[in-house]
């Protein structure tokens, strides 16, 4: 398998950005730990996804409810969230991390997320695979984003509820607290053991799976 990014390739370079996932010659000889996936089955995906989309939803229903006798507050505040998260994934990460991902370099790669297809149906691969470890730094690097995108209902709907308390609001805000957990459970036990990207991905920096 080769190992080097295709812009490094050219120089000679070798970034060992894929560790081997060729089985070795005897079985004995495996590596212990867990399998690295070149292409991640679709249920994982979908489900990694969906978790994300049901998160970003009871945010927003979270906020619109905890406001719901300020509508002037509620919709842009509850909008704003649903489309900041949303962007900041589906659109940003692929735009703007992806490019200089390993799984931008896999022939019939999918990655835990399915963003490298989103990615290169968006633009080229990254002439410089480096600037890939690079967006977990600054204030607004995708790291960051990406965290916001998980918190953000919290202090949003909160001092709403402490106002006028309702089950309406608080279902919904309790429902993010748990998909926070379950998302990160899920990110460290079954998504990032797996990804080729793991050690150098921005997503796990931030202690969030993408
Ligand atoms: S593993 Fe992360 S950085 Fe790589 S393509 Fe998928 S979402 Fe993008």
Same mark, same amino acid.
């Given at each position: 398998m080769d190992s080097r990014h295709p812009a490094r390739a050219k120089s000679g370079a070798t970034l060992h950005l894929v560790p081997s996932v060729e089985p070795p010659a005897? *079985? $004995?000889d495996q590596a212990p730990g867990p399998r690295p996936f070149r292409r991640f089955a679709l249920w994982r995906v979908l489900s990694l996804d969906g978790l994300a989309v049901l998160h970003y939803t009871a945010g927003c229903l979270a906020i619109l409810a905890a406001y719901r006798g300020h509508p002037v507050l509620a919709w842009p505040l509850g909008l704003t969230y649903l489309v900041f998260a949303t962007v900041q994934l589906f659109v940003l990460m692929p735009l703007?991390?992806? *490019? $200089?991902?390993v799984y931008r370099t896999i022939r019939d790669g999918r990655c835990p997320s399915g963003l490298n297809l989103i990615s290169a149906r968006l633009c080229p691969p990254s002439?410089?695979?480096?600037e890939f470890r690079e967006r977990?730094?600054?204030?607004?690097?995708q790291s960051k984003l990406t965290w916001w995108s998980w918190i953000a209902p919290l202090p949003l709907a909160l001092p709403g509820l402490a106002l006028s308390f309702s089950w309406t609001a608080a279902a919904p805000t309790a429902l993010v607290v748990a998909l926070i957990a379950i998302r990160r459970l899920a990110s460290r036990r079954a998504v990032c053991p797996h990804c080729l990207a793991h050690r150098w991905c921005p997503a796990s920096r931030a202690g969030a799976g993408a």
């Open positions: 005897n *079985p $004995g703007v991390v992806c *490019p $200089g991902c002439p410089n695979a480096l977990s730094h600054g204030a607004l690097c």
